[in-house]
T-cell receptor
Framework: EAQVTQNPRYLITVTGKKLTVTCSQNMNHEYMSWYRQDPGLGLRQIYYSMNVEVTDKGDVPEGYKVSRKEKRNFPLILESPSPNQTSLYFC???????????FGPGTRLTVL | AQKVTQAQTEISVVEKEDVTLDCVYETRDTTYYLFWYKQPPSGELVFLIRRNSFDEQNEISGRYSWNFQKSTSSFNFTITASQVVDSAVYFCALITWNSGNTPLVFGKGTRLSVIA
């Protein structure tokens, strides 16, 4: 089944404790992206990747890192999480930037 | 800059009513793509439709239909004979074909409640 998977689905952590949210797709897509969804602010792009080893900042990259060492994986790293990073996070992938993006199930992160 | 406006924050209808969700977009690019996604209470984002700027033909898929009008920069979504399972937040989104790498821009969403 074609899909985007994210882990974990739910995470409660404390300020400053490094964490990684994994994202994997099995559709051989070149473009991958991370979004955060916040009430009243909608969905905003954090980082994106056009292909392996090619990543760039989206609209709200502060406090996040990403890597794209393999085509299928695009982890999101929070080196020192803060409470303002409490949010619902989505990973997405598509063939190219303007093609349909398919979203993972979401990761609900709470930073205390 | 690109912008998507979904003026209806919340809509409530009774089952079997028809409902239209409005989407107005702004872009200076001539080549762009419009999308609708559904976010049910379970939280995932489900793709519904993708339409390019050169195809103004309306689309129908079962009870769903979309009306794309470039003259008014609108891409409205109609659900015919709504059902309780249609209750969700619906997002309209826009991405342009340009020399930069501008992201998919989402509207703030319309929360649809269908009451039995």
């Amino acid at each position: 089944e074609a899909q985007v998977t994210q882990n974990p689905r739910y995470l409660i952590t404390v300020t400053g404790k490094k964490l990684t949210v994994t994202c994997s797709q099995n559709m051989n897509h070149e473009y991958m992206s991370w979004y955060r969804q916040d009430p009243g602010l909608g969905l905003r792009q954090i980082y994106y990747s056009m292909n392996v080893e090619v990543t760039d900042k989206g609209d709200v990259p502060e406090g996040y890192k990403v890597s794209r060492k393999e085509k299928r994986n695009f982890p999101l790293i929070l080196e020192s999480p803060s409470p303002n990073q409490t949010s619902l996070y989505f990973c997405a992938s598509s063939l190219g930037r303007t093609d349909t993006q398919y979203f993972g199930p979401g990761t609900r992160l709470t930073v205390l | 800059a690109q912008k998507v406006t979904q003026a209806q924050t919340e809509i409530s209808v009774v089952e079997k009513e028809d409902v239209t969700l409005d989407c107005v977009y702004e872009t200076r690019d001539t080549t762009y793509y419009l999308f609708w996604y559904k976010q049910p209470p379970s939280g995932e984002l489900v793709f519904l439709i993708r339409r390019n700027s050169f195809d103004e033909q309306n689309e129908i898929s079962g009870r769903y239909s979309w009306n794309f009008q470039k003259s008014t920069s609108s891409f409205n979504f109609t659900i015919t004979a709504s059902q309780v399972v249609d209750s969700a937040v619906y997002f309209c989104a826009l991405i342009t074909w340009n020399s930069g790498n501008t992201p998919l821009v989402f509207g703030k969403g319309t929360r649809l409640s269908v009451i039995a």
